[in-house]
């Protein structure tokens, strides 16, 4: 541990992987791993230059190096210069108001996030994300509680449904839509956007079509009294509080009035599908225009890593991959070009984001699952695996290159596992 009254006293990548207890939680596992690389990348007799050992005795953030312990003391297999690819949402400014909050993490926050974007909301019993629509596709997941949501389709018919955690829903760009919270207690989810310079403050509000057209204007377009129009509100809503919403089928039908419901299916149930590939260490459930037919614009997989498992070396050929952590803690090394490699590490609310083509894995390194999604902005979900390729390399190609023999060639697995060990 750190004695603050030697500022000479020196920290070891183990000891500094051990400071506090939920520092120990976030890395267990990881020490082995250190050792390994040590042991790799400093044979014997070949001195590198260097070292998993660090003296830091000037002002830090303990609490926040402790939380990134990867970043303060990186392994030895690290080199170079990576762009960050982490923001925690908790950094994020946080808009609040009687009806919920809101908060965003664009390419403003995370400059490396250039394709997508993200907002985390909100909202209490009642509480309605006003009437509105984006310039950009609006994907999203529910993490908590239930929400109805409601929209129009391009041909101007009525879709509502009810949302609950784990639910989907997707919203292409142009279509006004509206989110309000349910009893008991309200509901929290993610949005994820097709585009990294996407702010939720750059929406079209009915509030602000309203406050900023004149009222003459308005009593052409509405054909009510000019009582009525004097008495609209005027200003910003984005987030208020109103009361909970009566029964959902009453909704659905008068808001289908002549023209009926929507044919088109904006939600999707994550429970009620079969994940795409399970395996002892965890499973993952892939979502894109093949199943979720609306989500033409995003595709998206859905991971869960039990203790001790991890998401396979692997990479994105068709996208680069915006990530949220919805539970669990991990770490990910990105390896780039140019013989450059960084290792970052994740807990829930925190964004991470890997640029289309670059090699990478996540580990689960606490005791609990690990949960989180993986965002593309395709509308199929791709990915290759380093195992999948060697394994349909020439075997003599592949010995040649990592001075292995037949045996260990013919251990490396044939087919994609995406969650290590099977």
Do not use: C
Not at 200 to 205: D, G, K, Q, R
């Amino acid at each position: 541990m750190i004695d603050d009254k030697n500022d000479n006293n020196e920290i070891s990548r183990r000891e500094f992987l051990e400071l506090g207890s939920a520092a120990v939680a976030s890395v267990a596992g990881m020490l082995a791993m250190t050792d390994v690389a040590s042991a790799q990348s400093s044979p014997a007799g070949v001195k590198t230059g260097r070292t998993d050992r660090i003296s830091d005795p000037g002002p830090t953030n303990k609490s926040l190096d402790a939380a990134n312990a990867d970043v303060s003391v990186p392994p030895l297999t690290d080199a170079g210069g990576v762009p960050t690819f982490k923001y925690p949402f908790s950094l994020s400014n946080r808009r609040v108001f009687e009806g919920g909050w809101s908060r965003e993490v664009t390419v403003r926050e995370l400059p490396v996030s250039k394709s997508m974007a993200g907002v985390n909301m909100r909202l209490t019993a009642g509480g309605i994300r006003e009437l509105h629509w984006h310039s950009a596709a609006e994907w999203a997941i529910m993490l908590y509680g239930s929400a109805r949501i409601t929209a129009i389709d391009d041909e101007g018919r009525s879709f509502i449904r009810d949302s609950e955690e784990g639910d989907l829903w997707y919203f292409p760009k142009g279509i006004p839509h509206s989110i309000q919270g349910l009893g008991p207690d309200g509901a929290e989810f993610l949005l994820v956007f097709d585009d990294g310079d996407f702010s939720e403050y750059a929406t079209v509000l009915l509030s602000d079509i309203v406050t900023h057209t004149p009222k003459e204007i308005l009593l052409k377009n509405f054909g009510i009294s000019k009582q009525s129009v004097a008495g609209m509100f005027n200003g910003e809503l984005f987030i208020f509080q109103a009361p909970v919403p009566g029964p959902l089928e009453e909704d659905q039908k008068v808001a289908a009035g002549r023209l009926g419901p929507s044919p088109y299916d904006f939600s999707f149930r994550t429970r009620q599908q079969t994940p795409t590939k399970k395996t002892k260490s965890g499973e993952v459930l892939i979502v894109d225009s093949s199943t979720f037919k609306a989500s033409t614009t995003i595709a998206a997989a859905i991971v869960t890593i039990h203790p001790g498992g991890m998401r396979e070396l692997h990479w994105h050929q068709n996208a680069d991959e915006w990530q949220y952590f919805i539970s669990g803690n991990a770490r990910m090394t990105v390896l780039a070009t140019g013989h450059r490699a960084r290792t970052m590490n994740f807990e829930a609310g925190d964004v991470g984001y890997v640029q289309h083509t670059l090699p990478h894995y996540i580990e689960n390194t606490g005791n609990t699952d690990l949960k989180f999604v993986e965002m593309f902005k395709s509308n199929r979900y791709q990915d290759l695996s380093l195992s999948e390729w060697l394994a349909h390399t020439p075997p003599e190609l592949v010995m040649a290159h990592l001075k292995i023999d037949k045996a260990a060639y013919d251990a490396i697995p044939k087919e994609k596992a995406v969650i290590l060990p099977e």
